[in-house]
């Protein structure tokens, strides 16, 4: 396969991300052959365009090793082994650091004419560029845009070796590449025209995407959504950290239990919790046992503490003045979904809806009848043994109540547009059951 130039690269690209078209994206081109391919899909996606500025920090000897990488906004990620073996001092790392802060600074201000950086918060953000040969260049862009808050990453490229998936670790949650040839030397080898883009053609590409800002036919309703509010949640004699984000003017609080292994941190409840947010509907992600209490691997399974862990949860989040009078759901992933069920079944319990990730409502056992509250299952296709599981579950619920599956979809929905698609399916089945709570109670 080869490419006319970076501009019909771009295009036959985003035929490959069609997927994602309307999950609220944002793009990324990495300056300055990657913009130019990343014009073209934000274009075809009708996302924002921006550009991602990434200097490597090159040790002084040896410039050409990279010991870490900045971004904007102070972002910096280092490598502790290259920095220990190559005996760099704090000075010297300062040094390198302070020059390159200096010319990002400089380029952004060229690149963008005064315009702010994307907030990338929450968002799923598309990084793309013309090519990967090396991987390391990807890699840190990749990093920076997780360390500005990026909730899920896509990396995009036209042509990359055959093993870029090796080369390119856990950096990104999703990798697409239409080209992945055996024979590969230089990226430029499969391009009719690779001639260098320039400054001006940065800034013309950025330029044109500002003139015409993203149709809101191609993106789903747009909430200011403010920064996550670091909380401590009293849960009985246990005090669990957690993050609550609630939007102005949030018609409903979810609530998210992680599955075993996971944590608030988890990327894909984040990546669930800032579509919800959105919408327009507050999240609470919070680790369900402490750290001591992880250490005893029975709690993780343990479904009726957990249940209690949420349920006290709750009880403080309705005691938080911006939650107050709004209608809470639970969102449960894995193992965490059967502490979901569990909870929503106690008596008073007053939860507007339930869904499920992947979970194990069978877990719930005996409790699913006492369940009131509207319940989604969700469940990817492939995932045969938790799909039986959770038929099952769904026979001996009484409330509402829909089993939807994800197609092709395994256990973790890694697959492309899989955690998308879960995306919608929650935050239109919250949208649809949640209420105020007083009208609920009526």
């Given at each position: 396969?080869?490419?006319?130039?970076?501009?019909?690269?771009?295009?036959?690209?985003?035929?490959?991300?069609?997927?994602?078209?309307?999950?609220?994206?944002?793009?990324?081109?990495?300056?300055?052959?990657?913009?130019?391919?990343?014009?073209?899909?934000?274009?075809?996606?009708?996302?924002?365009?921006?550009v991602?500025?990434?200097r490597?920090?090159?040790v002084?000897?040896?410039?050409?090793?990279?010991?870490?990488?900045?971004?904007?906004?102070?972002?910096?990620?280092?490598?502790?082994?290259?920095?220990?073996m190559?005996?760099v001092?704090?000075?010297e790392?300062?040094?390198?650091?302070?020059?390159?802060r200096?010319?990002?600074?400089?380029?952004?201000?060229?690149?963008?004419?005064?315009?702010?950086?994307?907030d990338?918060?929450?968002?799923?953000?598309?990084?793309?560029?013309?090519?990967?040969?090396?991987?390391?260049?990807?890699?840190?862009?990749?990093?920076?845009a997780?360390?500005?808050?990026?909730?899920?990453?896509?990396?995009?490229?036209?042509?990359?070796?055959?093993?870029?998936?090796?080369?390119?670790?856990?950096?990104?949650?999703?990798?697409?590449?239409?080209?992945?040839?055996r024979?590969?030397?230089?990226?430029?080898?499969?391009?009719?025209?690779?001639?260098?883009?320039?400054?001006?053609?940065?800034?013309?590409?950025?330029?044109?995407?500002?003139?015409?800002?993203?149709?809101?036919?191609?993106?789903?309703?747009h909430?200011?959504?403010?920064?996550?509010?670091?909380?401590?949640?009293?849960?009985?004699?246990?005090?669990?950290?957690?993050?609550?984000?609630?939007?102005?003017?949030?018609?409903?609080?979810?609530?998210?239990?992680?599955?075993?292994?996971?944590?608030?941190?988890?990327?894909?409840?984040?990546?669930?919790a800032?579509?919800?947010?959105?919408?327009?509907?507050?999240?609470?992600?919070?680790?369900?046992l402490?750290?001591?209490?992880?250490?005893?691997?029975?709690?993780?399974?343990?479904?009726?503490?957990?249940?209690?862990?949420?349920?006290?949860?709750?009880?403080?989040?309705?005691?938080?003045?911006?939650?107050?009078?709004?209608?809470?759901?639970?969102?449960?992933?894995?193992?965490?979904?059967?502490?979901?069920?569990?909870?929503?079944?106690?008596?008073?319990?007053?939860?507007?809806?339930?869904?499920?990730?992947?979970?194990?409502?069978?877990?719930?056992?005996?409790?699913?009848?006492?369940?009131?509250?509207?319940?989604?299952l969700?469940?990817?296709?492939?995932?045969?043994?938790?799909?039986?599981?959770?038929?099952?579950?769904?026979?001996?619920?009484?409330?509402?109540?829909?089993?939807?599956?994800?197609?092709?979809?395994?256990?973790?929905?890694?697959?492309?547009?899989?955690?998308?698609?879960?995306?919608?399916?929650?935050?239109?089945?919250f949208?649809?059951?949640?209420?105020?709570?007083?009208?609920?109670?009526?």
């Amino acid at each position: 396969m080869f490419y006319l130039d970076r501009r019909d690269a771009g295009r036959r690209l985003a035929a490959r991300l069609a997927h994602l078209k309307g999950a609220g994206v944002v793009v990324l081109g990495l300056p300055r052959g990657g913009v130019p391919v990343a014009a073209e899909v934000a274009g075809a996606l009708g996302a924002p365009l921006d550009v991602c500025l990434v200097r490597k920090l090159g040790v002084p000897f040896q410039p050409e090793l990279g010991m870490g990488a900045i971004g904007e906004g102070g972002v910096r990620v280092i490598n502790d082994d290259v920095v220990r073996m190559g005996r760099v001092t704090a000075e010297e790392l300062a040094r390198v650091e302070a020059h390159e802060r200096e010319v990002l600074q400089s380029r952004a201000r060229h690149y963008r004419g005064g315009r702010e950086p994307a907030d990338l918060r929450g968002r799923t953000v598309v990084v793309v560029d013309d090519g990967v040969a090396t991987g390391s260049t990807a890699r840190a862009a990749c990093q920076i845009a997780r360390a500005r808050g990026a909730a899920r990453i896509v990396l995009a490229v036209p042509v990359a070796p055959h093993d870029w998936t090796a080369r390119l670790g856990d950096d990104a949650d999703e990798l697409v590449c239409p080209y992945t040839p055996r024979s590969f030397f230089a990226i430029g080898e499969f391009y009719a025209d690779f001639s260098q883009t320039d400054d001006d053609e940065v800034v013309a590409c950025l330029e044109e995407a500002a003139a015409h800002p993203v149709s809101t036919r191609h993106t789903e309703p747009h909430h200011v959504v403010p920064e996550d509010r670091e909380a401590d949640v009293q849960a009985g004699g246990a005090v669990l950290r957690g993050q609550l984000t609630v939007p102005d003017g949030a018609s409903g609080v979810v609530l998210f239990a992680h599955g075993s292994g996971s944590s608030r941190h988890s990327p894909r409840n984040r990546f669930v919790a800032a579509g919800l947010n959105r919408a327009g509907l507050g999240t609470l992600l919070f680790d369900l046992l402490t750290e001591r209490e992880e250490i005893n691997r029975a709690n993780v399974f343990d479904t009726g503490l957990l249940a209690q862990r949420l349920a006290d949860a709750t009880g403080w989040l309705r005691r938080q003045p911006e939650c107050e009078g709004l209608a809470v759901g639970y969102f449960g992933a894995s193992t965490g979904a059967a502490a979901a069920l569990w909870a929503a079944g106690e008596p008073g319990a007053r939860i507007a809806a339930v869904v499920s990730r992947g979970g194990r409502p069978d877990l719930a056992g005996p409790r699913l009848p006492a369940v009131a509250a509207p319940t989604l299952l969700i469940v990817g296709g492939h995932d045969e043994l938790v799909l039986d599981l959770n038929r099952d579950a769904q026979s001996r619920l009484h409330c509402e109540n829909r089993l939807a599956v994800v197609p092709g979809a395994t256990h973790l929905f890694e697959e492309p547009g899989a955690l998308e698609k879960v995306t919608e399916l929650a935050r239109d089945w919250f949208a649809d059951h949640m209420v105020p709570v007083t009208h609920a109670a009526s």
